[in-house]
Nanobody, 123 residues
Framework: QVQLVESGGGLVQPGGSLRLSCAAS????????MDWVRQAPGKGLEWVAT???????YYVDSGKGRFTISKDTATDTLYLQMNSLKSEDPAVYHC?????????????????WGQGTQVTVSL
């Protein structure tokens, strides 16, 4: 069955960096568009980044120049490198997959999610 397991979250000072990982299993990882999304307390779900099957990447405006999404198809692992973390970045970060191989999808169409990893930015 499909499993997505995130790790790498933690507490970091403003301006610091974190690298999130998502170990994927149970599906042909490289055939699917993959997303990172986040949810802060009391707020709705926010899309953060996407990587498609060709490796093209897309970012929320607030993450451009700071976040990098990447994948390792040899280990079926998705990454999110986050630099210059700000006070608006704390949230639970989830990796998620689109439902149909090779096709993009909207946030509401993501069909499998990991449990999430907490990112906290504080002095």
């Amino acid at each position: 069955q499909v499993q997505l397991v995130e790790s790498g979250g933690g507490l970091v000072q403003p301006g610091g960096s974190l690298r999130l990982s998502c170990a994927a299993s149970g599906f042909f990882f490289n055939y699917y568009w993959m997303d990172w999304v986040r949810q802060a307390p009391g707020k709705g779900l926010e899309w953060v980044a996407t990587i498609n099957t060709d490796g093209s990447t897309y970012y929320v405006d607030s993450g451009k120049g700071r976040f990098t999404i990447s994948k390792d198809t040899a280990t079926d692992t998705l990454y999110l490198q986050m630099n210059s973390l700000k006070s608006e970045d704390p949230a639970v970060y989830h990796c998620a997959k689109c439902p149909l191989a090779t096709y993009s999808c909207s946030d509401s169409e993501l069909d499998f999610w990991g449990q999430g990893t907490q990112v906290t930015v504080s002095l």
